[in-house]
């Protein structure tokens, strides 16, 4: 499942700068541009990364003709490096932690409302977390639905379908498992008449 960025967890500048090292290391020629967009962020504030990176020592700049440049990542950056990965990953725990701690809430408020049947609806590393901390409670998972681009894929078991298939299968209710786009998914859902005596749950 692809990974997504969500605000809450925005990644930080030295996030970002492991980001950067971590590439750097793979292609020393990669590009500002290319930087730019395989992580979504402006031209600018890759530019301003890159040189904040040279001016701590963590990589230094060569030119290669004709007017290519490359970077290296020096010692001092690879022990960076090293530190940010750790830090990272203690984030990720925390991240799941607080993740699962709102999911495990969310869905016994719908089962003590009497849901037990629910659609999961919104693609996202969330989702596997909500799926998680389903098993066990008396709540049945009866689909996943999400926009277009996904319909068709399989995920748990569950062929992907559109929100409007997702009525067909009768649900109690309907949960939103993308940070992310919850307000855009819950717009969408109460355009159609079909989700209005549908119990809609956001986390």
Known sequence: ?????YPLFKPSERMRALQFLEEIEQNPKVSQRELSHKFGIALGVTNACIKRMARRGLIILKGIPPRSIAYYITPRGFAEKANLALRAFSLNIHHYAEI??????KLLEMQDSGVKRVVFYGLSDEMEVAYITLQGLHMKLVGIADEEKNWGRTVFGYK???????RTLNPDAILITSMKDQASYVKHLTGQKEWDAIKIFTI
Not at 1 to 5: E, G, S
Not at 160 to 166: K, L, T
């Open 1 to 5: 499942m692809a990974r997504d960025t």
């Open 100 to 105: 699962k701690k709102q999911f495990a809430g």
């Open 160 to 166: 992907v379908i559109s929100s409007r298939e997702a």
